[in-house]
């Protein structure tokens, strides 16, 4: 029996196309996984409130906004802090959200949160060296 001379270059070929066509569906597979995800329920939105610290009666105006998958406080702009990816957690009627945005000078704010239709309740702990500080409020409401 003698070998085609197309069947010694068709195997590469064909191994060469079986590769191509398992990356492919792969990729297929990552751009339907990302397509199908769904954006953040909070993505988009902004809270207006305060920003108070531990025992005090009044604070700072606070803006806290969900934009791109990341979020950011404005009460915090001036002390440094970066905007930060933000994780959420849908149950029910309820969103809660965490995120750590940090500044070079104070160190990591923890922000852990919840989100009841227009009204926003959340902490923001103070890290510095490792070590939890001072624990602060923030209370918003969507603008209306």
């Not at 590469?12 to 066509?21: L, S």
């Not at 920003?51 to 406080?73: C, E, I, M, N, V």
Request: charged fraction near 20%; glycine fraction near 12%.
């Amino acid at each position: 029996m003698t070998d085609h001379p197309q069947s010694t270059q068709t195997r590469p070929v064909n191994g060469f196309i079986h590769r191509r066509n398992a990356l492919l569906l792969a990729a297929g597979a990552v751009l339907t996984a990302t397509a199908g995800a769904q954006a953040s329920p909070l993505d988009g939105r902004r809270f207006e409130g305060v920003f108070l610290q531990r025992g005090k009666t009044s604070g700072d105006a606070d803006t806290l906004l969900f934009q791109g998958g990341r979020f950011r406080s404005t009460a915090c702009d001036r002390y440094g802090y970066s905007d930060a990816p933000y994780r959420v957690v849908a149950a029910g009627d309820a969103v809660t959200f965490e995120a750590e945005t940090e500044s070079p000078k104070y160190g990591k704010l923890v922000w852990r949160g919840v989100v009841r239709g227009d009204y926003l309740n959340a902490t923001a702990t103070m890290v510095r060296d490792g070590k939890a500080g001072t624990e602060n409020w923030v209370v918003a409401a969507a603008p209306r």
